[in-house]
């Protein structure tokens, strides 16, 4: 069976630096785009970032471009999120999602991890 399961999340200080994890594991997980999305507290889901089946193709939510970096390691069947430079409105429970199609990126997500809390305060 397909499962996604999160790590790397914690409090962190404003300006710091973390690095989520998304360890994927029944399906070929190097034929599916993958995602991440998150949701703050009391709001709704806002997708944050994309990359294709070979990592070569990253997207980025404008309100995380040039401090969040997308990347997979096929090798190891896992996703990455480096976030760096975080502001207390990247406070989030962050899910990784697979893509409901493979090769093909539907953007429509049929999977999903439960989440990695992601706390950024002084």
């Known amino acids: 069976q397909v499962q996604l399961v999160e790590s790397g999340g914690g409090l962190v200080q404003p300006g710091g630096s973390l690095r989520l994890s998304c360890a994927a594991s029944?399906?070929?997980?190097?034929?599916?785009?993958m995602y991440w999305v998150r949701q703050a507290p009391g709001k709704g889901l806002e997708w944050v970032s994309a990359?294709?089946?070979?990592?070569?193709?990253?997207y980025y939510a404008d309100s995380v471009k040039g401090r969040f970096t997308i990347s997979r390691d096929n090798a190891k069947n896992t996703l990455y999120l480096q976030m760096n430079s975080l502001k207390p409105e990247d406070t989030a429970l962050y899910y990784c999602a697979r893509d409901s199609l493979p090769l093909v990126p539907s953007w429509g997500l049929d999977y999903w991890g439960q989440g990695t809390q992601v706390t950024v305060s002084s």
């Open positions: 029944g399906f070929t997980f190097s034929s599916y785009w």
């Open positions: 990359i294709n089946t070979g990592g070569g193709s990253t």
